[in-house]
């Protein structure tokens, strides 16, 4: 997923868990070109709603292990990344970064969305809690969604 690389990149450039949000911004804006001051920014505030990073008093910390993800020679962020995502999409990403197949896991949805009356988002997240995966973040903005 680009924006997990996206975010990991100024944490691993300075191997800690924990760095400066303006350090996050320059690292993405000035170090490595990727996105302008201001979509750095809103990368923080995108990175944040999805449970990437917490903010803690100026600070960004890293709610993912940054070391197990891989930047690619020349990779370079796509628009993508500054977009929120729905919590249905970000249920879905998970269960795929779990292993599941994306298009059973969205059958599966649909499916219990159709039998218990729920909202796309809210089927989502009943259906990745009973696979066991972990969509904390997801489910905050589906119930914030009802």
Not at 108 to 131: I, K, W
């Amino acid at each position: 997923m680009s924006l997990r690389t996206a975010v990991a990149a100024p944490f691993k450039q300075q191997g800690k868990a924990r760095i400066g949000e303006h350090e996050f911004v320059v690292s993405l804006s000035l170090e490595r070109d990727w996105l302008a001051p201001d979509e750095a920014k809103q990368l923080v505030d995108v990175a944040a709603d999805e449970g990437l990073v917490t903010r803690d008093d100026g600070d960004l910390v890293a709610d993912f292990d940054v070391e197990s993800v891989e930047i690619p020679e020349g990779f370079t962020p796509d628009e993508s990344v500054l977009r929120e995502r729905s919590a249905f999409e970000q249920v879905v990403d998970a269960l795929a970064s779990a292993g599941h197949e994306r298009q059973t896991a969205v059958a599966s949805v649909n499916e219990l969305q159709a039998d218990l009356g729920l909202t796309a988002d809210a089927a989502a997240v009943v259906y990745a809690r009973r696979e066991g995966v972990e969509v904390d973040a997801a489910a905050r903005k589906a119930r914030e969604g009802l």
